[in-house]
């Protein structure tokens, strides 16, 4: 039994995963936006020229095997050439939220990812992850959301942030929001809010979905981050229904 959000940390798989850019012909500053993406990061990044095979295209492997693919245009559309900014005016709809298939497949990895100023690119890949698990919950129309924001003002003071949760509670999810109480969203969202000022509370990132069993989508989807530096997280994101379930039921009974 898992005693703290840490503790999952321990139960993720930590699989080795690389990616292999294909036959590249965007520039040289396309590629390091790639790199700093994963700047620091256990996930290598390579280059080959493979005959017959499409430009552009950027390969998940994992022992020797291709267990995703997308193209550059479909990381730079979605991440490379985003910056948070858009997600907290709401600029990006929750619709148009996509995480390429290469990203998704990097689930289970750890992650240690730094906010600005140390990096403009890396915490980005959290905040995607955040909005695709909202959006697949906003789809489903059902079940049950946990999301901690250690300001619960932050609800309020991004009005992107704010249009999610008010589009994800009005579709039938029951939405529970965590963080020090420092505003009340319940007075504007459809939301139930649960405060505190331990430490899951003040410095836990947290966005787990656990869908109604009659949902059109079964898709389970958890993103746990714990900022034990200032503005430096240790991350993971999960798909895995029996980990999901899990970490949802400990955040249901800790928090």
Do not use: C
Request: avoid cysteine.
């Amino acid at each position: 039994m898992t005693d703290s959000l840490r503790g999952f940390f321990d139960d993720i798989d930590a699989p080795s995963r690389s990616l292999v850019v294909v036959n590249r012909t965007e520039p040289d500053p396309v590629r390091n936006l790639l790199d700093s993406l994963l700047d620091g990061q256990s996930v290598a990044i390579s280059e080959r020229d493979i005959p017959d095979t499409d430009e552009d295209l950027v390969l998940l492997v994992e022992d020797g095997e291709v267990i995703a693919r997308s193209t550059l245009d479909e990381l730079l559309d979605s991440v490379l050439l985003i910056n948070s900014d858009l997600y907290k005016t709401g600029a990006i709809d929750l619709d148009e939220v996509e995480l390429p298939d290469v990203l998704a497949g990097l689930d289970e990895v750890p992650f240690r990812l730094r906010g600005y100023p140390h990096s403009n690119k890396e915490k980005l890949l959290l905040i995607v992850v955040s909005r695709v698990i909202e959006r697949i919950a906003a789809k489903a129309g059902g079940g049950t959301l946990r999301a901690s924001f250690q300001r619960l003002s932050r609800l309020q003071d991004e009005r992107g942030t704010h249009e999610v949760y008010r589009v994800v509670g009005s579709r039938g999810v029951d939405v529970h929001v965590y963080g020090i109480g420092d505003a009340d969203p319940a007075a504007t969202l459809p939301v139930t809010v649960h405060r505190g000022r331990s430490y899951p509370y003040r410095r836990s990132w947290f966005v787990v979905y656990d869908p109604p069993p009659e949902a059109e989508t079964d898709r389970h989807a958890a993103l746990v981050a714990l900022e034990d530096e200032p503005n430096v997280w240790d991350g993971f994101w999960t798909f895995r229904p029996a980990l999901v379930d899990r970490i949802e039921q400990h955040i249901a009974t800790a928090l």
